[in-house]
């Protein structure tokens, strides 16, 4: 017998969860001051890395076992960038990403400080160098917007008998955006561009 009280107990106080999430990250937005303009720091991985070499990125990597997503971002940060925890003065969480390989990424804006940007070392094993882009670019040149369209691709065992008009199905096709900067000769583009653009817009 369902004990109703029990049902309440679990739900009532419980914080919802996004369904079927199968990695978590976390990324720092990272702003610092150079000579009074306000920038944010972007990374050009390594591209001998496994996953995206060579590619444009925000500091950030995959949460460990018991670890909250601000603290995966600020260890990631420390780890990659080569600074300290009292360089990472977190201001507040962005908006966070449910991406379409069942992946959440949640964003921190950081401002780094104590630090002088030409004395940050970055981990020469993860990040081939890094560069910065003044806030005030972002604010005044709109990032190019292009479609993915996602179709399904459905196994030759799936159940068609056993859901409406078989394999007839009216499957949604989704699109997916993806923004593009071009600043000087680098591309800022996927993830790292929407995030941006998540920034430049609450900021707006």
């Keep these: 017998m369902v004990d109703i009280d029990d049902v309440i107990r679990k739900i009532?106080?419980?914080?919802?969860?996004?369904?079927?999430i199968k990695k978590e990250y976390a990324i720092v937005v990272p702003m610092i001051n150079i000579n009074g303009s306000w920038e944010l720091i972007y990374e050009l991985r390594d591209k001998n890395l496994n996953r995206q070499p060579g590619e444009i990125s925000f500091p950030g990597g995959q949460l460990e076992k018991g670890e909250t997503y601000r603290d995966a971002a600020i260890r990631e940060t420390m780890e990659e960038l080569n600074i300290e925890y009292k360089n990472i003065n977190i201001i507040g969480e962005l908006?966070?990403?449910?991406?379409?390989?069942n992946t959440?990424?949640?964003?921190?804006?950081?401002?780094?400080?104590?630090?002088?940007?030409?004395?940050?070392?970055?981990?020469?094993?993860?990040v081939d160098h890094i560069?910065?882009?003044?806030?005030?670019?972002?604010?005044?040149?709109?990032?190019k917007l292009y479609y993915i369209e996602l179709h399904p691709a459905i196994s030759n065992d799936f159940p068609y008998n056993l859901i409406p008009n078989g394999k007839d199905y009216d499957?949604?096709?989704?699109?997916?955006?993806?923004?593009?900067?071009?600043y000087n000769d680098y591309i800022i583009w996927g993830y790292t561009?929407?995030?941006?653009?998540?920034?430049?817009?609450?900021?707006?």
Excluded: M
């Excluded at 009532?12 to 079927?20: G, S």
């Excluded at 929407?194 to 707006?204: G, L």
């Design 12 to 20: 009532e106080n419980r914080i919802p969860q996004p369904l079927d």
């Design 95 to 101: 908006d966070y990403l449910v991406s379409r390989d």
């Design 104 to 126: 959440t990424i949640h964003s921190f804006l950081a401002i780094i400080q104590n630090i002088d940007v030409d004395d940050i070392r970055p981990n020469k094993g993860e």
């Design 131 to 143: 560069f910065t882009v003044p806030i005030e670019f972002f604010l005044n040149d709109e990032p």
């Design 171 to 182: 499957w949604k096709i989704d699109r997916h955006s993806v923004y593009f900067y071009h």
């Design 193 to 204: 561009a929407k995030v941006t653009k998540n920034f430049i817009d609450i900021i707006k």
